[in-house]
């Protein structure tokens, strides 16, 4: 069964402070990986989107990371601000041109306080 | 250019009512996507639209269903609401060409509906 798994659930930092968030999955056959931040009461907002052949992938203060080997992908946020603070999801597609599934992590809620 | 937009942003409805969703596209879009967010449940795919053809569609019962427009536009239909479809149903657009969402294709989301079923 596909499966996306994050983790932490939620997780606490003070502002300037670096953190990571895990995504691990048993999706396949894998077609993307994709990071959303989500506000309180708004739409998600893409990321990063990451195909089987990209490691690593930047966007501003975030940073993400794919080991298509092990199925583990990471979201490094450098020097958090206060407007950091949102749920983080990870979305992996499997599948073709002929058909694919969206397999979606419950979130990571993450608050940056002063 | 305008963002995903999503009508009404709140409604209320009683179990047993139907209601119906509607979804602007980015100008030039011609993928709509739909879910259903729920904080237990989290994100859930519902269906697809491109070029006026379900592509792809989740898990759900046949009292969801959709159309897309020739001008892109998009509505989704609830028939017969339960009170578990509370949720923010949110719509997405893309350019996504054949591959749909398996491919690299940004997407972008509205700011959803919040229904309650009462």
């Known amino acids: 069964k596909n499966q996306v798994e994050q983790s932490p659930q939620s997780l606490i930092i003070l502002e300037g402070k670096n953190c990571t968030l895990q995504?691990?999955?048993?999706?396949?056959?894998?077609?993307?990986l994709r990071w959303y931040k989500q506000d309180t009461g708004r739409g998600p907002v893409s990321l990063t989107i990451?195909?089987?052949?990209?490691n690593t992938k930047s966007n501003g203060r975030y940073t993400a990371t794919l080991d298509a080997d092990t199925k583990q992908s990471s979201l490094h946020i450098t020097a958090s601000q206060l407007s950091d603070s949102a749920s983080y999801i990870c979305?992996?597609?499997?599948?073709?041109?002929?058909?694919?599934?969206?397999?979606f992590g419950k979130g990571t809620s993450l608050l940056v306080t002063p | 250019k305008a963002g995903v937009t999503q009508t009404p942003r709140y409604l209320i409805k009683t179990r047993g009512q139907q209601v119906t969703l509607s979804c602007s596209p980015i100008?030039?879009?011609?993928?709509v996507s739909w879910y259903q967010q729920t904080p237990g449940q989290g994100l859930q795919f519902l269906f697809e639209?491109?070029?006026?053809?379900?592509?792809n569609k989740g898990n759900f019962p046949g009292r969801f269903s959709g159309r897309q427009f020739s001008n892109s536009r998009s509505e989704m239909n609830v028939s017969t609401l339960e009170l578990g479809d509370s949720a923010l149903y949110l719509c997405?657009?893309?350019?996504?060409?054949?591959?749909?969402?398996?491919?690299?294709?940004?997407?972008?989301f509205g700011p959803g509906t919040r229904l309650t079923v009462t």
């Open positions: 979305v992996v597609s499997a599948g073709s041109n002929s058909g694919y599934a969206l397999n």
């Open positions: 990451m195909t089987f052949s990209e």
């Open positions: 639209y491109f070029s006026e053809t379900q592509r």
């Open positions: 995504c691990n999955y048993t999706v396949s056959p894998f077609s993307n």
């Open positions: 100008s030039g879009h011609r993928s």
């Open positions: 997405a657009s893309s350019l996504g060409q054949i591959s749909g969402l398996a491919g690299p294709y940004e997407q972008y």
